[in-house]
Each structure stands twice: as C-alpha cells, then as structure tokens.
C-alpha cells in the first residue's frame, strides 16, 4: 500500500507529511507561511508539541487563572515553548540544526495544531 501525503490545516495552522520526498517529508506553518521539516524534525515537532501541551494541562491547578507561564522543551533538532495561561498560550518553534528558522503559532490556533501533531502520522 502506498503511502499518502498528508496536509493538514486550521485556524492559524498548517501540518503536512509527505512520506515520499527524499529529504523533507514534513511542514509546518500557517496561513501566511511554512517551513519544510525532516522527518525526524517533524517527529520532535509533534512529541514536544505534545508534552508542552500535557505540561501546561498539568500546571492548570497549581495556577490562579491571571497567572501567566513558560516551559521549554527541545530535541538536539529543535526548541520549543509554551508562553501563556494554562489553558491558552503560544507556542515557538526554532530549528537548531541546518538551515535556521523560527515560528510561532497564536494561542488560538495551538489547539488543532496539538490536536492534529498527535494524529498525523497515524494510519
């Protein structure tokens, strides 16, 4: 069975793989721009989305609701955080290997971006 390209996209958001290009099967963007990522860049991408996303559900109750945060997470490929309220934030991206690149995705659009990083590569 062959397998098929993927681009997913929302409010604020865009999320692709392509497991048939030769170097960069993935991308990440949105509305107004992309960056194409290796697979293994896409694989940190989505597992630290991920965890920043439980980190911040995790902070929730040890937070009053004006109280704003941060949490890092990075791979020897890339640094993310998550910057804002528990239940709202923003999240950066910065390539650390190669080629540099930076992005940001608002807090309204985090939520399908996480959702949709967790079933992107699911067949």
Not at 50 to 57: V, Y
Not at 61 to 68: A, H, I, T, V, W
């Given at each position: 069975m062959e397998k098929v390209r993927q681009l997913k996209s929302g409010s604020g958001w865009r999320l692709g793989w392509d497991p048939n290009a030769t170097e960069f099967r993935g991308l990440v963007g949105t509305d107004a721009w992309a960056i194409e990522?290796?697979?293994?860049?896409?694989?940190?991408?989505?597992?630290?989305?991920?965890?920043?996303?439980?980190?911040?559900?995790?902070?929730?109750?040890?937070?009053?609701?004006?109280?704003?945060?941060?949490?890092?997470?990075?791979?020897?490929?890339?640094?993310?955080?998550?910057?804002?309220?528990?239940?709202?934030?923003?999240?950066?991206?910065?390539?650390?290997?190669?080629?540099r690149a930076e992005a940001e995705w608002s807090e309204a659009s985090v939520p399908g971006l996480v959702q949709a990083a967790q079933m992107l590569k699911v067949f």
């Open positions: 990522l290796t697979e293994a860049e896409l694989d940190d991408f989505c597992r630290l989305a991920l965890q920043l996303s439980q980190t911040m559900q995790q902070m929730q109750s040890e937070l009053m609701d004006e109280e704003r945060i941060s949490c890092e997470a990075e791979s020897d490929l890339i640094w993310m955080e998550a910057e804002g309220f528990s239940h709202a934030y923003r999240l950066r991206l910065i390539l650390l290997n190669g080629r």
